[in-house]
């Protein structure tokens, strides 16, 4: 046992998180050969996985353990790529807080007393779990490989989406124009690229073509092409994007924003099936299968005179309708992890996963821009995480204050440091009269100091009159021997 961290012990460190470390685990733990660090703060298990690379931690929970030593501990465990193991009392699994904190940021649990091999061998399993992700995560080019696959994959299980692939395959077996309404962003183009891949022109090419990026007076000669000498400038043959798609399949996004007169020669193209180069000499017949989308009320369009009913009528032989996100149910969920894994690399630290408080952000925002919102939130927040979970915060979703989004341990939490400090405040920094006050004794107030991080955040004259280090672990002269503990 040595007092000292040794980064040479680190692939038989255990982080022990505990404000009163259990000695029976602790002396299991030596006997199977692994070298105990003890801390008791975020801050601690912060300097200590800094400091070498420590992979399985054990956290155990205290005896009575209120919703503010939960989310301490949380707030402990949750900033370090660590495999934690959570040592609990029987029955204590059936608090729904405890069983939470367990789902959201453990490897696994053992309920005490555990008498047999169980918690070394769980050490030993989550050590060589964490080996094998590391390993995995250095295998660069195979997931460059499946990321772009990833990006092309249409995810989703609820009822509405499944329905919209079963409309894509029937779409695939078929060669008539194909028109996909739905928002901005639920994915219209992926749905096109679905149906080309699905059907039997996949072999040849998929050209996209946004209507309302390109200006109205190129857009005629960006579809048809062009001669030589056809206008001022145009000093070669140009082929359009429907001569690109030629045996394939051509996607019009945003068809909605097409000029009028674009929509009278686009309507004859597909009435005739041939086209003509501006400047050209007579008709070139072109098979090309037709898929457009819009995110406009073209029926208004219709009505207002923008959008030509015939063409319409030419373009929506076979109409699917995007859902929007916000009634994806548990999709929304799917999409997420599916944003994470596209992601995850670009964060500094590995991150595991979502936070229930961000799990439940995300179901109660309704996303007014669809799958590409969620995707970009998750991607920032990836970047912007510090800790190894995505949590509400990082989600940064507007109105997220005001809404769900935050358990009752957080708001438990936040209440009692409020109402300490204040009675702090209030008795000019004296523990004993601020403790009478909050009728609490002057230990637990010690306690509720310590982790609330108010001791930590007081300037020093702002210090607790009387706030002495509460070193729990000390009060066991053995388990110091055994035990590193890290400076405060
Ligand atoms: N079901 C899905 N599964 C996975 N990714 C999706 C899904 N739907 C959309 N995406 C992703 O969301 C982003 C936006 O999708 P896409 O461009 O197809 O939407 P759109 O409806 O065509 O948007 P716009 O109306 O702005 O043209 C893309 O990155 C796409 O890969």
Redesign the pocket.
Known sequence: MTNAFDPLHADRTVLLVSLKPDTESVDRLVAAGWHVVHAKTAQQVQRTVERGAIHVGLVQLPLECSSQQLAELESCISQSDVAWIAEVRPGQADNPSVRRFILDFCFDFVTLPCHDERLTILMGHADGLWALRDTASHDHDHDHEKAAVA??????QCEA?QQLNRGVDKCARNEAPVFIA??????????ARAIHDRSARAKDAFVAI?CAAIPPSLLQSELFGHERGAFTGALQRKIGRIEAAAGGTLFL??IGDMPHECQAVLLRFLQEGTIERLGGTGPIKVDVRIVS?T?VDLMAAIDAGRFRMDLYHRLCVLRLD?PPLRERGGDIKL?AQ?ALELYRRDGARKIRGFSSDAISAMFNYSWPG???EL?NCVRRAVVMAEGRFITAQDLGLPGMETKAGRTLAEIRCDAERAAVREALARHAYSLSSAAIELGISRATLYRLLNSSGLRDESPSQRHPRGVAECDEAGSDPAAQHRIEQMAP
């Open positions: 990006k092309s994959t249409m995810i989703g989406m739905g928002e901005s962003g639920t994915g219209k183009e992926l749905t946004n996004d945003e989308a995110h995007e999409l599916h669809n799958v590409r995707i």
